[in-house]
C-alpha cells in the first residue's frame, strides 16, 4: 500500500513552511541504520532513479540527519497493520509519483493519542510556545516528555515543537513501523 510523504512543509507550519521535510534522507537514514537488507547499491538505484524522474538528487546528505523510523497516520478504516507492504512514495496519486525506497514491510503499528489538556506539573506533557499543553499515549501507556521527544524526533520532525505545529489538535493516529522499534 503507498505511503505518501511530503517533500517540503505546508502553509500550516509557520516559520517551517516551504522547507524541505528531508523526509526521503532520513528515511533512507534509518532503513540504512537498522535495515541491513537496504544495500547501498539500492540506495543509490533510487538516487539515481530520482535524478533522472527530477533532474536532480535529494536535498540532504543522509549522514546529517537523524534517522525517521515511522510514520504517524490517521487510519479511520484501520488499514494498516502488520504485514502490509509499504510503498513509499512521494507525489502519491499524481503523473510524477515516485517511490523512493524499496518496498518493505509493516513490522508493527501502536494506537498513538494526543490530548490537549489546561494544566500540567508532571514530566508527562509538553508546554508549546504558544502555552498549549499535550500528553501523548501510545497503546493506553502515558508518555514522559522525554519520550514524547523521542517519538518526535523518530518521526522525523526537528524538535516537539515542530512536531506538535503538525499535530495540532486532539486526535487518535496510527504508529506505522517499518522497525521493531516500539513504545
Not at 69 to 87: C, S, V
Not at 94 to 114: D, G, H, L, W
Request: glycine content about 4%.
Amino acid at each position: 500500500m503507498n505511503l505518501g510523504f511530503m517533500q517540503t512543509w505546508p502553509k500550516h507550519m509557520g516559520e517551517w513552511a516551504g522547507q524541505p521535510t528531508y523526509f526521503i534522507e532520513k528515511i533512507h537514514r534509518g532503513m540504512k541504520t537498522l535495515q541491513p537488507r537496504l544495500r547501498v547499491s539500492e540506495a543509490a538505484e533510487f538516487y539515481a532513479a530520482h535524478i533522472k524522474k527530477f533532474g536532480k538528487g535529494w536535498d540532504a546528505s543522509m549522514e546529517m540527519l537523524a534517522p525517521k523510523l515511522h510514520t504517524m497516520r490517521e487510519d479511520p478504516h484501520d488499514r494498516w497493520h502488520a504485514g502490509k507492504l509499504i510503498h513509499f512514495a512521494i507525489n502519491n496519486q499524481r503523473k510524477n509519483y515516485f517511490r523512493f525506497a524499496p518496498v518493505m514491510e509493516c513490522v508493527s503499528t501502536q494506537k498513538v493519542e494526543i490530548k490537549e489538556w489546561l494544566m500540567c506539573s508532571s514530566d508527562q506533557c509538553y508546554q508549546t510556545k504558544n502555552e498549549r499543553i499535550w500528553t501523548i499515549d501510545v497503546d493506553g501507556i502515558r508518555l514522559k516528555a522525554t519520550q514524547i521527544e523521542e517519538l518526535a524526533i523518530n518521526d522525523g520532525f526537528e524538535s516537539m515543537e515542530q512536531f506538535f505545529t503538525w499535530f495540532n489538535k486532539p486526535a487518535t493516529y496510527k504508529l506505522i513501523h517499518w522497525t521493531a522499534l516500539k513504545y
